[in-house]
Structure formats: structure tokens, C-alpha cells
């Protein structure tokens, strides 16, 4: 599936640097927040997936009885891959310049 957060804020850049222009304040501040948010999609969420898969090993291996203390298993995958993020990206582009077609 593709990433929602990537994708919303691809067409909140798309809409802003259409209507404000790429030169203006509003498009940089978007933009910057696009690359974080993205980075987080598939940087740092991913870190944590792999944490939690590594975290969920080490708990199958408790011994008997310890493993009660601990009885919530973390997600695994948290995170998107760079093409999910890809893809969320084109999706958001996309949607966003439909709308500006179509209402504007």
C-alpha cells in the first residue's frame, strides 16, 4: 500500500507551489516537511519495525513464566519501503493536480 502520510503532503506541496509558485515562503516550509515526513516513512519507522521484530524474537526466548510479564508483542512493520513511499508520492502529485484542475 502506498504511504498516506507521503502522499498527503506530496499534494499539499503540489497545491501550494501551484498556486503560491515554487519561489515563495509557504512552498519551502511544505517542502521541508515533505522530506521530514518522508524520511520518517522510511527511515526512522523502519528502524523501528526492525526493533520491534528483534525485541519479539528475544521474548520468544524467555523462560517459562517470564514471558507473562512481558505479554504485548510490538508491531513489526511499522514503516514503508522507499517504493510504497514512491508511489504514495505520485499518488498525492496526482490527486492534487486533478483537484486544482477540476475546481480551480
Given at each position: 500500500?502506498?504511504?498516506?502520510?507521503?502522499?498527503f503532503?506530496?499534494?499539499?506541496?503540489?497545491?501550494?507551489?501551484?498556486?503560491?509558485?515554487?519561489?515563495?515562503?509557504?512552498?519551502?516550509?511544505?517542502?521541508?516537511?515533505?522530506?521530514?515526513?518522508v524520511?520518517?516513512?522510511?527511515?526512522?519507522?523502519?528502524y523501528?519495525?526492525?526493533?520491534?521484530?528483534?525485541?519479539?524474537?528475544?521474548?520468544r526466548?524467555l523462560?517459562?513464566?517470564?514471558?507473562?510479564?512481558?505479554p504485548?508483542?510490538?508491531r513489526?512493520r511499522?514503516?514503508?519501503?522507499?517504493l510504497?513511499?514512491?508511489?504514495?508520492t505520485?499518488?498525492?502529485?496526482?490527486?492534487?493536480?486533478?483537484?486544482?484542475?477540476?475546481?480551480?
Amino acid at each position: 500500500m502506498p504511504s498516506a502520510h507521503t502522499a498527503f503532503v506530496a499534494a499539499l506541496t503540489t497545491a501550494v507551489g501551484v498556486s503560491e509558485g515554487i519561489d515563495s515562503a509557504a512552498f519551502a516550509i511544505s517542502f521541508i516537511l515533505s522530506i521530514i515526513i518522508v524520511r520518517d516513512a522510511i527511515g526512522f519507522r523502519r528502524y523501528l519495525g526492525t526493533h520491534g521484530r528483534v525485541i519479539n524474537m528475544l521474548m520468544r526466548e524467555l523462560p517459562e513464566g517470564e514471558d507473562l510479564k512481558y505479554p504485548l508483542r510490538l508491531r513489526e512493520r511499522v514503516g514503508h519501503t522507499p517504493l510504497e513511499a514512491l508511489v504514495g508520492t505520485l499518488v498525492g502529485v496526482s490527486i492534487s493536480l486533478i483537484c486544482l484542475l477540476v475546481f480551480f
